[in-house]
């Protein structure tokens, strides 16, 4: 079945440690959205990458950062630079104009 | 700058009872508009979206919601309330013409009484 996929769902870290969060899609899609998700605070982005290769920083970037080598793969990292890593993270894809995005089905990161 | 405001971040109905989700938002452009739900530790499911046209807007699951560009509003309705949509629920706007681009509402949870 076509979706995507991240990896793995509860993830915990001890402060200070860097970690990876996987994305992988099989739709096909050129754009790929990590967004952060707190308790009352909806979604907010944090990278995006439209094309292979080429990345943006979306509006909370600070202390995180992406790679997007492979068309189906976003991996997000979350550095020690990062001073709340404690979040609910998705990750999500779309197809060209006209098309919506679908998200993963998230990675709970707790840091302690 | 794109907004979207999601009014009461807690709404409560009866099994059988009306839906009204409210969402307004600010835009400079003419918006996209997304509706989508989450249920708990999951990821988000498109229930509908308004991109041109119509201005009333079906989705899945009996869920309906109409564009008033004269409001700045795309509040979500469902006529009959299930258990089964007991969820939190996000207003969305995209940034251009990207629909993965978004900026989310807080999100409103409704609960369904029996």
């Known amino acids: 079945d076509g979706g995507i996929t991240q990896s793995p769902k509860y993830l915990f870290r001890k402060e200070g440690q860097n970690v990876t969060l996987s994305c992988e899609q099989n739709?096909?899609?050129?754009?790929m959205y990590w967004y952060r998700q707190d308790p009352g605070q909806g979604l907010r982005l944090i990278y995006y990458s439209q094309i292979v290769n080429d990345f943006q920083k979306g509006d909370i970037a600070e202390g995180y950062s992406v790679s997007r080598e492979k068309k189906e793969s976003f991996p997000l990292t979350v550095t020690s630079a990062q001073k709340n890593p404690t979040a609910f993270y998705l990750c999500?894809?779309?197809?060209?104009?006209?098309?919506?995005?679908?998200f993963g089905q998230g990675t709970r990161l707790t840091v302690v | 700058a794109q907004s979207v405001t999601q009014l009461g971040s807690h709404v409560s109905v009866s099994e059988g009872a009306l839906v009204l989700l409210r969402c307004n938002y600010s835009?400079?452009?003419?918006?996209?508009l997304f509706w989508y739900v989450q249920y708990p530790n999951q990821g988000l499911q498109l229930l509908l979206k308004?991109?041109?046209?119509?201005?009333l807007v079906k989705g899945i699951n009996g869920f309906e919601a109409e564009f008033k560009k004269s409001e700045t509003s795309f509040h979500l309705t469902k006529p009959s309330a299930h258990m089964s949509d007991a969820a939190e629920y996000f207003c969305a706007v995209s940034r251009g013409g990207s629909q993965g681009n978004l900026i989310f509402g807080k999100g409103t949870k409704l609960s369904v009484k029996p």
């Open positions: 999500a894809s779309s197809g060209g104009i006209g098309t919506e995005a679908f």
């Open positions: 308004y991109t041109t046209g119509a201005t």
């Open positions: 835009s400079s452009v003419p918006p996209y």
């Open positions: 739709l096909n899609h050129d754009a």
